[in-house]
């Protein structure tokens, strides 16, 4: 079981940037694909980013491409996801996901990914 846990959203100003987290537990997340979702009111949960196991490879949706970074640092069980140039669209709960069993590709369905965090909301006001 792998437990997830996002922290670092809240409410930011169009063009602002914010920094979420996302802790993992367990002993293996180095061997983890990891992701970010996001859900807006009235929509479906939608892909954003990836990161395979030793972050050398990553995949972003093309609504985020240039403005969202994911990372890792596998030493602390975290992965990261800097968003810069934030507009109100992006206002949505965003989930880190886990996938434990193709780690070393960028999973970009929903179906991809075993274990999910609860979510950070993250509000970007006009």
């Known amino acids: 079981q792998v437990q997830l846990a996002e922290s670092g959203g809240g409410l930011v100003q169009a063009g602002g940037s914010l920094r979420l987290s996302c802790v993992a537990s367990?002993?293996?997340?180095?061997?983890?694909?990891m992701g970010w979702f996001r859900q807006a009111p009235g929509k479906e949960r939608s892909f954003v980013a990836a990161i395979n196991w030793s972050g050398s490879s990553t995949y972003y949706a093309d609504s985020v491409k240039g403005r969202f970074t994911i990372s890792r640092d596998n030493a602390k069980n975290t992965v990261y996801l800097q968003m810069n140039s934030l507009k109100t669209e992006d206002t949505a709960v965003y989930y880190c996901?886990?996938?434990?069993?193709?780690?070393?590709?960028?999973?970009?369905?929903?179906?991809?990914?075993?274990?999910w965090g609860q979510g950070t909301q993250v509000t970007v006001s006009s």
């Open positions: 367990g002993r293996s997340f180095s061997t983890y694909g």
């Open positions: 996901a886990a996938s434990t069993t193709n780690g070393g590709y960028t999973l970009t369905r929903d179906s991809d990914y075993t274990y």
